[in-house]
């Protein structure tokens, strides 16, 4: 059994939308982790989910980098454990310094939450395996601050070392401004760290686990996780 820690922060509002969707993938089980934990042994992945983490006071993600909790992911992600941070934890994690770059207000200045296409652009991930490159997954979006930002070195190097891992496209898979919903550069929807172990994206995989809510593309991101565990491709726990 593939075990997920999903890390549940004070204002986290999308800890049991992942919950959820976890333990309804085979193979898999998922446990809630208070931020005051300072230890994550004996489980095989993380999970930072989406919400509000401290009220997003100062910026999305600036306090909850200093959680008690955050040593130990920062700890396991240098051994190769996965993780995955999903809108705020994405945010969380740029904040830490696990990714680079930083998610800003959005270029219209309000509030998204709608269907968002994101096409796969690196398939040999352990986050996406099965994918090819420009399969397209219908996942959701719901921020105000998802708009991804760099600056122009560490862009070329996240496309020089093929760390881009989705892109907001059309239904045909087309990367065209018309489909980027936050004014990301690039069409940015998630990134991954050079070691690949690390992942964040501002769409909601875990809104994307049934189809009676629109779609199921979101549980082969958690199927890819829970098979490249158990392949032992990445650090088990």
């Not at 509000?52 to 910026?59: E, K, T, V």
């Not at 968002?116 to 397209?136: D, I, K, M, Q, Y």
């Not at 760290?193 to 995989?205: K, S």
Request: hydrophobic residues 40%; charged residues 20%.
């Amino acid at each position: 059994m593939t075990k997920f820690a999903v890390v549940r922060f004070p204002g986290s509002n999308c800890d049991q939308d992942c919950f959820g969707a976890i333990n309804t993938i085979a193979g898999a089980q998922a446990d809630y982790v208070w931020h005051k934990e300072t230890s994550l042994n004996g489980y095989d992945a993380i999970v930072l989910p989406g919400g509000f983490s401290y009220g997003d006071y100062l910026r999305c993600g600036a306090i909850a980098q200093f959680s008690p909790i955050m040593q130990a992911v920062k700890n396991d992600a240098a051994t190769g454990k996965l993780v995955i941070g999903i809108c705020n934890g994405f945010q969380i994690l740029c904040e830490s310094g696990l990714l680079p770059g930083a998610l800003v207000r959005n270029q219209a200045q309000h509030f998204i939450c709608r269907m968002a296409p994101a096409r796969v652009e690196v398939s040999e991930s352990p986050f996406l395996h099965g994918c090819a490159v420009g399969t397209v997954l219908r996942l959701p979006v719901a921020h105000g601050e998802g708009r991804y930002f760099a600056d122009a070195e560490t862009l070329r190097e996240l496309n020089d070392n093929r760390q881009v891992l989705l892109r907001y496209c059309d239904a045909s898979g087309n990367i065209v401004p018309e489909a980027n919903p936050n004014g990301s550069l690039e069409n940015i929807a998630g990134i991954c760290n050079p070691q690949r172990n690390v992942f964040g994206l501002m769409p909601h995989p875990d809104r994307a686990c049934d189809e009676h809510l629109g779609s199921s593309d979101g549980r082969r991101i958690f199927e890819s996780m829970v098979q490249s565990i158990t392949a032992g491709s990445v650090r088990a726990a």
